[in-house]
């Protein structure tokens, strides 16, 4: 990997929000490792749902979660009391035991949680699973997960159902259907098993949980292969949602008997940035959780209205909106007291434009990290201004930038970004390869992105050194694509790189090698992958050759045809 130079990002950023010492300490040691300019935290012996409910009784007759569409809402004793009821139902009749995996297709909801805590509270793993999947994608995670349960909505369960039958499996299946008089044939009710308070919860005391065994398990998205399932113990969840606590990365303030902040859920839950930073933390520390099942211009400018929102977290199509949409006004966004955004850097241009709406003194923060940190890593500090950058290190973790030879490079010098922490995951499940891959011999995380450091410690991510397609925020992983498209009876061979879209951010182009003798179209091409992958998925040009750029070990060259094509 050559290495570069970055000159003029080397600018203080501390505020008299920050640490004071690190004003006059280096954050680089002589091994050219930097140390985060936060305290550390301790790191305490203890589950997810324990976390959690450690402060219950603070703020238990408080809103803990509403939905902004219906105001169906649960207060923190509810939520507490019907995730019980769930988990003491997956234990007993159900037959839940310690790590067997339940799987949650849902959108955002008040019942999103009920569902995620009581399965952790029954012993079980939570893996995910993105509702507008097809069949096909939900199908390949099935296999990989082997749940023994799933939960749904009604806009879900038909393709739960077809999933199951390309699996050839049976699994009992659980709707959360908030709709009156209305059940699904075949399923289970999963009002019957949260909200029946006569349940014996003696059950529950045979669960024996603790830091170390995986909480969640959702799949990253994979640039050499299928989506990996990432295992994530209840420590690096826990200790996550504490490092956010540290006051000098803290952006929210305290619950108390007279004061309680929103967070507008818009991110969905099934990713990590929205399970781990706006559910699970936020409803650590009490505030209310927002909830949007989808993204609609009114209504989510109506949430801002009824909900006095104080909180948003963000990827950077909701910031485009923000920054362009006539009805985003200064009105609107009046209570809002910290934006952060994730998933993708934003333009200058973009954020100068929200922070116009916003008032004096209200934070814009960039955050980085990955499914593989619980997600966060980086965070910019409040009152921070340079936005070309991703902060600094959180507490307890550690940074390194090393060439291609795994060689540690200095500030301001570009190459592949490593992290140390607590909350960087276990592994990937069933796959010692992949796993040993992602790590150094000294348990360091190649996070597979570029990046500098200035002087100050201050992050740069300069390019993505995997080669995720970010289609609208959301990553698309090319090997997945790829594999799609060789299942077409006449494709030989193909690939799949991001080409640049000015609505979309990027978009997935195929390049695809016919067998012999065939003489498919590309809208043919284009059908068969939209049958088979989400919307945004979705390939939107294809462009025929006949054989595809290699290295000598047979390594598909995807920025050799960037390169040549794009």
């Not at 199509?317 to 998933?343: N, Q, R, W, Y």
Request: charged share 25%.
């Amino acid at each position: 990997m050559a290495l570069s130079k970055i000159s003029g990002l080397s600018q203080r950023v501390f505020t008299s929000a920050s640490v004071n010492c690190v004003r006059n300490k280096s954050l680089w040691t002589t091994e050219k490792i930097v140390k985060s300019p936060h305290r550390d935290v301790i790191i305490p012996n203890r589950t997810v749902t324990e976390h959690i409910w450690e402060k219950l009784e603070k703020w238990a007759d408080k809103t803990a979660i509403i939905c902004s569409i219906t105001n169906r809402s649960y207060t923190y004793h509810q939520l507490y009391k019907y995730s019980r009821n769930f988990a003491a139902k997956l234990r007993g009749s159900m037959q839940i035991r310690d790590g067997d995996v339940v799987c949650i297709m849902m959108s955002n909801s008040p019942e999103y949680p009920i569902a995620v805590l009581g399965a952790l509270e029954a012993g079980a793993e939570v893996t995910t699973v993105n509702p507008i999947y097809t069949a096909h994608e939900v199908q390949r995670q099935l296999t990989l997960s082997r749940p023994k349960i799933l939960v749904g909505i009604p806009e879900t369960i038909s393709v739960l159902r077809e999933a199951l039958n390309l699996s050839i499996t049976s699994l009992p299946i659980i709707v959360v259907n908030c709709a009156e008089n209305t059940e699904l044939s075949g399923c289970i009710s999963f009002k019957e098993l949260a909200f029946d308070d006569t349940i014996d919860k003696s059950i529950l005391k045979e669960v024996k949980r603790n830091k170390d065994d995986i909480a969640f398990l959702p799949y990253s998205s994979g640039t050499t292969g299928l989506p990996k399932g990432v295992e994530l113990t209840n420590k690096n969840i826990v200790v996550n949602c504490i490092q956010q606590d540290v006051e000098t990365v803290k952006h929210y303030d305290d619950t108390t008997n007279h004061h309680q902040a929103s967070v507008l859920a818009i991110l969905p839950f099934y990713h990590i940035y929205g399970l781990s930073i706006v559910m699970l933390h936020k409803l650590s520390v009490g505030i209310k959780v927002v909830t949007m099942p989808k993204f609609h211009p009114q209504t989510f400018l109506s949430a801002f209205e009824k909900s006095d929102i104080n909180i948003l977290y963000a990827a950077p199509p909701l910031i485009l909106f923000l920054a362009s949409h006539k009805d985003v006004t200064k009105k609107k966004l009046e209570k809002i007291k910290t934006i952060t955004s994730g998933a993708a850097p934003l333009p200058r241009n973009d954020i100068d434009r929200v922070i116009e709406k916003l008032q004096p003194g209200t934070n814009f923060l960039q955050l980085y990290g990955l499914t593989e940190t619980s997600p966060l890593a980086t965070a910019m500090l409040p009152g921070s201004t340079d936005f070309s950058t991703s902060g600094l290190a959180i507490s307890n973790t550690e940074l390194r930038i090393v060439d291609g030879n795994n060689r540690s490079l200095g500030p301001d010098e570009i190459g592949e970004l490593l992290i140390r922490g607590p909350q960087v995951m276990k592994g990937y499940r069933n796959d010692m390869e992949n796993t040993k891959a992602a790590f150094t011999g000294d348990r360091w995380f190649k996070s597979g992105d570029l990046a500098s450091i200035n002087s100050d410690g201050v992050i740069t991510i300069a390019d993505r050194l995997k080669e995720l397609i970010k289609v609208k925020g959301y990553q698309v992983p090319p090997a997945e694509l790829e594999s799609v498209l060789k299942s077409h009876p006449d494709v030989l061979d193909a690939a799949v790189v991001g080409v640049p879209d000015p609505r979309m951010g990027e978009v997935p182009k195929a390049f695809v090698v016919l067998n012999e003798g065939r003489k498919t179209v590309d809208k043919e091409i284009i059908e068969f992958v939209s049958k088979r992958v989400a919307e945004y998925k979705r390939i939107k040009e294809v462009t025929f050759l006949d054989a595809l750029p290699k290295n000598a070990s047979g390594k598909l060259l995807r920025r050799e045809l960037k390169k040549l094509y794009c």
